[in-house]
């Protein structure tokens, strides 16, 4: 039942987001445990742009994705493959002073995942948190394109244990509408 809540919260949250999508994002990547992840992303641009002077501004966007991870099945009881929905505020602070813009990101989500064990990761729960940092850049005449690299930690935060927790390193590709 708990379960279910979680998941009903999670697809509340993504629904509006892919409404007011402004932006679509690709990445692939690798994780600890041989873990293979592909992601897809809808991408929701604040409207906000804080300036903290000339050549620095703090904004941000909300992303809902769908993810595949695929492991090394270990025992007969882990899966070797999980799909993961996460939705996600996700800050980033830009560097104004180029044609090309170059940026830290940071964010702290939501994740469910469609099954608790992948190759020797045992995550004891659907509901994962998802934190991620990255550096990335803004590319084209309208600042369109967005390349970027990020590492991600899924974890539960210690809500049930074992909470083995997996790390992810991704390379992203987006473009905004």
Known sequence: MFISKILCLLVLAILPIQLMATGISIGIGKGNANITAVRVSSLSDWQKNWRFSPLWSLTGFWEASLSNWKGNKATHHSNDT????????????????????????????????????????????????????????????????????????YSNGSIQRPNDGVNLVLLNLAYRF
């Open 82 to 153: 999980i799909t993961l929905l996460a939705v996600a505020p996700v800050f980033t602070l830009q560097y104004q002073g180029l044609p090309s813009r170059p940026y830290l990101q940071t964010g702290i989500g939501a994740s469910w995942l469609s099954d608790t064990e992948i190759g020797r990761k045992e995550l004891s729960t659907h509901f994962q948190f998802e934190d991620r940092a990255g550096i990335g850049i803004h590319l084209g005449p309208q600042q369109t394109w967005d390349l970027n690299l990020t590492a991600f930690h």
